[in-house]
């Protein structure tokens, strides 16, 4: 059974960065794409970024383009994600997830899922 552990978030001003980890147990990455999402009280979940089983192919959402960076190290079995230059409306819980498959999509099902960490944009 897979499973996946975030870390990193917290509280940071306007403009800040934050680097958000998702550790993986149970399984090796290799042959799992990888998901960030992201819901903030009272909105639905919303897919952040995605990398491929190889780590060759991301995406990104439109509102995070230019600042968010994922990365993925199968050798040690976890994904990053790099959030620069963050603004209020980052704020929410942070979650990865995993989906046993070449390619990544925002939008599709994924069936192993992280706590979440909660990142806080705020002055």
């Known amino acids: 059974q897979l499973q996946l552990v975030e870390s990193g978030g917290g509280l940071v001003q306007p403009g800040g960065s934050l680097r958000l980890s998702c550790a993986a147990s149970?399984?090796?990455?290799?042959?799992?794409?990888i998901g960030w999402f992201r819901q903030a009280p009272g909105k639905e979940r919303e897919g952040v970024s995605c990398i491929s089983s190889s780590g060759a192919s991301r995406s990104y959402a439109d509102s995070v383009k230019g600042r968010f960076t994922i990365s993925k190290d199968n050798a040690k079995n976890t994904v990053v994600l790099q959030m620069n230059s963050l603004k209020p409306e980052d704020t929410a819980n942070y979650y990865c997830?995993?989906?046993?498959?070449?390619?990544?999509?925002?939008?599709?099902?994924?069936?192993?899922w992280g706590q979440g960490t909660q990142v806080t944009v705020s002055s």
């Open positions: 149970g399984r090796t990455l290799d042959y799992y794409a």
């Open positions: 997830a995993a989906v046993a498959r070449i390619y990544c999509l925002l939008t599709a099902e994924y069936d192993y």
